[in-house]
């Protein structure tokens, strides 16, 4: 079965500093890879998404994400993070055999003014 | 395009009645509609998988009975939470796959949610 870990329960970081999100996955096949975000009390708008391809993926609101095979690892980035970036970021991996989403347990972002 | 909007945002009801949660998505056809539910500071749990036309797929430990889902249209999903208790509290949020107009089997977008309070 497919897993995704979030080693990163919470992150604070200042406005405008730069941004990763580590996201690793498991699942035996190639990995359709997803990231979310989750601002307080709403539902998931998707971020960016990774199917094949380019292993370097841009997404809405200036986040992009690398896929790296070899270290079963899919962190989300950002060079310059805006204080309305602040909320909570899930990433997730769909599985072929089962077509569900499973996702990671999330990284809350704090942004310091 | 690709909204998914839901019905009510939020619901306040006494234990013992019942609960119904509309899911629409607005601007495409949604052949699979996914409901899940989400604790305070926890990740998403799904329960269940709702295919138009065909009765849904819950997940190990989701009571059938208790959380009753219908997807009599390519745009409607409800989930009617039967006789809740304050347990049931929680937020629970929908998902659309977009497949009619050719989009990918895997991306699902997701409404805005649910907070149920039962008291």
């Known amino acids: 079965a497919q897993s995704v870990t979030q080693p990163d329960i919470h992150i604070t970081v200042s406005e405008g500093a730069s941004l990763e999100l580590r996201c690793n996955y498991s699942?035996?096949?190639?990995?359709?890879l997803f990231w979310y975000v989750q601002s307080p009390g709403q539902g998931l708008q998707l971020l960016l998404k990774?199917?094949?391809?380019?292993?370097l993926v841009q997404g809405i609101k200036g986040f992009e994400a690398e896929f790296k095979r070899s270290q079963s690892s899919f962190n989300l980035r950002k060079p310059s993070v805006h204080w309305s970036d602040a909320a909570e970021y899930f990433c997730a991996v769909f599985g072929a055999g089962s077509y569900q989403l499973t996702f990671g347990k999330g990284t809350k972002l704090s942004v310091i003014p | 395009g690709a909204v998914v909007s839901q019905h009510p945002s939020w619901v306040i009801c006494k234990s013992g009645t019942s609960v119904k949660i509309e899911c629409r998505s607005l601007d495409f056809q949604a052949t699979t509609m996914f409901w899940y539910r989400q604790f305070p500071k926890q990740s998403l749990m799904l329960m269940a998988t709702s295919n138009e036309g065909s009765k849904a797929t819950y997940e190990q430990g989701v009571e059938k009975d208790k959380f009753l889902i219908n997807h009599a249209s390519l745009t409607l999903s409800t989930l009617t939470v039967t006789s809740a208790h304050p347990e049931d509290s929680s937020f629970y949020i929908c998902?659309?796959?977009?497949?009619?107009?050719?989009?990918?089997?895997?991306?699902?977008?997701f409404g805005p949610g649910t907070r149920l309070l039962v008291l």
């Open positions: 998902s659309a796959r977009d497949r009619v107009s050719g989009g990918d089997k895997e991306t699902q977008y």
């Open positions: 699942y035996g096949a190639t990995p359709y």
């Open positions: 990774y199917f094949s391809g380019d292993t």
